[in-house]
């Protein structure tokens, strides 16, 4: 970074920055008066996209910086802002990742020992 910013102020008139988040926008998280999501078209699956409310823009990439992406306890299960924003984008792909828990050993094609497969125990894991 130090390298792209030394550049940046040698160079001013080579580099354009993305002040408007029209590419990309880098934010701590979802539902602020910054940004929030907006429902677009019919496709029910992913039909939101992150609008950001100051600029106006719907930007192509979205990066959940820093703490975005840290561990938060909500009515005693783990989540993020990243995983929220996610779980709002792809409900059943975000419960197939993240609802049910499956333990257990594979040993190599031909065995699988399931200990547990089932609704997360989020009280064990909050002890880790």
């Not at 989540?79 to 049910?100: G, H, I, N, V």
């Amino acid at each position: 970074q130090a390298w792209y910013q030394r550049y940046f102020a040698e160079h001013p008139d080579e580099i354009k920055l993305d002040h408007y988040c029209v590419l990309l926008c880098a934010v701590w998280g979802v539902g602020s008066d910054e940004v929030t999501t907006e429902r677009f078209g019919t496709n029910t699956t992913s039909d939101r996209r992150l609008l950001n409310t100051v600029t106006g823009e719907l930007p192509a990439v979205v990066h959940f910086v820093s703490a975005a992406h840290w561990t938060i306890w909500e009515d005693g299960k783990a989540t993020s802002p990243l995983e929220q924003f996610f779980r709002l984008q792809y409900p059943q792909k975000c419960a197939m990742l993240f609802d049910d828990w499956w333990f257990g050993v594979l040993i190599g094609t031909t065995h699988d020992l399931k200990i547990y497969r089932g609704e997360a125990y989020w009280r064990v894991a909050r002890l880790a």
